[in-house]
Nanobody, 119 residues
Framework: QVQLVESGGGLVQSGGSLRLSCAAS????????MGWYRQPPGKQRELVAY????????YSDSVTEGRFTISRDSAKNTVYLQMSSLKPEDTAVYYC????????????WGQGTQVSVSS
């Protein structure tokens, strides 16, 4: 099994910054990519960004608008999300996810960390 532990969420004022971390442990195997989704109140979960094993990153432009940066420490199986210029609409539960495998893949999810942005 794979365990994902997220940290770094909290309450921040509009325009502020937060850095989320997610550490993966357990029988991880081959990591294909690590990333972040979020679920705003009353809305569906949506992609924020993910980063592949080679370091290439994919962002949801409509979500990040150039304000977020994803990075990864492969040696520690840890992914980070640096968020700046936060807006109240960024308020959501942020979920870490990791995709592992070779010919078949498995997605694992963290328990989520709350990010609240006050106006």
């Amino acid at each position: 099994q794979v365990q994902l532990v997220e940290s770094g969420g909290g309450l921040v004022q509009s325009g502020g910054s937060l850095r989320l971390s997610c550490a993966a442990s357990g029988s991880i195997g081959r990591v294909i990519r690590m990333g972040w989704y979020r679920q705003p109140p009353g809305k569906q979960r949506e992609l924020v960004a993910y980063i592949g094993s080679g370091g290439s990153a994919v962002y949801s432009d409509s979500v990040t608008e150039g304000r977020f940066t994803i990075s990864r420490d492969s040696a520690k199986n840890t992914v980070y999300l640096q968020m700046s210029s936060l807006k109240p609409e960024d308020t959501a539960v942020y979920y870490c996810t990791v995709r592992t495998g070779w010919f078949t893949t498995t997605d694992y999810w963290g328990q989520g960390t709350q990010v609240s942005v006050s106006s």
